[in-house]
C-alpha cells in the first residue's frame, strides 16, 4: 500500500510538472512542425498535447483578436492655398479594431484642432484603419512592425467665414511594443506622410506633411 502511494504521488508530480511545461510553434509545414518549449524534449519521444479548455488553465498569454486604442497626433502641414501658413495640428484618435493576424482594421473616430494664422478650430472626423503586419500579430510576440494607413473625412468652421469639408488620408509605418509577450496590452508609434483636401467654395486646396503619433491599445 505504501509503495503504491509513492507511484501515485509521484505520477501526480509528474503529471502537474507536464501541465506547466509550454511550447510555441515557430513554423508549420503539412504536418511537421518547429516549436520552442521551456522543458527539455527527447528525440523520436511521443508527448500528447493537451489544450488550456481541456485543463481549465486560462493563465496563458492573453488573447489579441479584438481591441481598442488611442492616438496623440502631431503634424505639421502646409496648404497650396494663396498667402497660406504652416498649419500646426494636434489630433486625438480612437479606434475600434480586429486583429487577422497579419491584418488588422476597424473604425476610428478623430477630433483634431488646427491652429493657423492665430485662429484655432476643432474638427470631428471619421474613418476607418488598415495595419499590415510583417509579423503576425499572435500571444507570443513583444515587437510588430508594419505599414498603415486611414482616412477620416468631416467639416471645419474655423469661426472666421471660412468652413469647408475635410478629407484626410495618411500613411506610413508603425511599430507595436508589448511590455512582456503574455502582455494584452501594447505601446504604439507612427510615422507617415498625410494628405488633406478641403473642399471650399469654387474649388479645393491640398494640406499636406509629416505626421507622427503615439498612443496605447488593449487588445482582448
Known amino acids: 500500500m505504501?509503495?503504491?502511494?509513492?507511484i501515485i504521488t509521484m505520477m501526480t508530480l509528474g503529471s502537474v510538472s507536464a501541465y506547466a511545461q509550454k511550447i510555441k510553434v515557430r513554423k508549420v509545414k503539412g504536418n511537421t512542425a518547429i516549436i520552442e518549449s521551456t522543458s527539455p524534449l527527447a528525440p523520436g519521444a511521443v508527448y500528447d498535447l493537451i489544450s488550456e479548455d481541456q485543463l481549465g488553465d486560462d493563465s496563458g498569454p492573453a488573447t489579441r483578436k479584438n481591441f481598442v486604442g488611442l492616438?496623440?497626433?502631431?503634424?505639421?502641414?502646409?496648404?497650396?492655398?494663396?498667402?497660406s501658413t504652416n498649419e500646426t495640428t494636434m489630433s486625438l484618435m480612437a479606434r475600434y479594431g480586429w486583429n487577422l493576424g497579419t491584418y488588422e482594421l476597424g473604425p476610428l473616430v478623430q477630433m483634431t484642432m488646427t491652429h493657423v494664422s492665430d485662429v484655432t478650430a476643432t474638427t470631428w472626423r471619421v474613418g476607418g484603419f488598415a495595419d499590415y503586419n510583417f509579423t503576425p500579430n499572435t500571444p507570443g510576440e513583444a515587437f510588430i512592425?508594419?505599414?498603415?494607413?486611414?482616412g477620416a473625412f468631416g467639416n471645419e468652421d474655423r469661426g472666421n467665414g471660412a468652413k469647408f469639408d475635410i478629407v484626410d488620408i495618411f500613411g506610413g509605418g508603425f511599430v507595436k511594443w508589448y511590455p512582456t509577450t503574455s502582455s494584452s496590452a501594447c505601446f504604439r508609434?507612427?510615422?507617415?506622410?498625410?494628405?488633406?483636401?478641403?473642399?471650399?467654395?469654387?474649388?479645393?486646396?491640398?494640406?499636406?506633411?509629416?505626421?507622427?503619433?503615439?498612443?496605447?491599445f488593449a487588445y482582448f
Open 71 to 83: 492616438n496623440l497626433i502631431f503634424g505639421n502641414t502646409k496648404s497650396d492655398a494663396p498667402n
Open 145 to 150: 512592425f508594419g505599414l498603415t494607413a486611414w
Open 189 to 216: 508609434i507612427d510615422f507617415g506622410y498625410q494628405y488633406e483636401r478641403q473642399t471650399v467654395a469654387g474649388g479645393y486646396y491640398s494640406d499636406t506633411g509629416i505626421t507622427g503619433s503615439a498612443g496605447i
Open 2 to 6: 505504501r509503495h503504491l502511494l509513492l
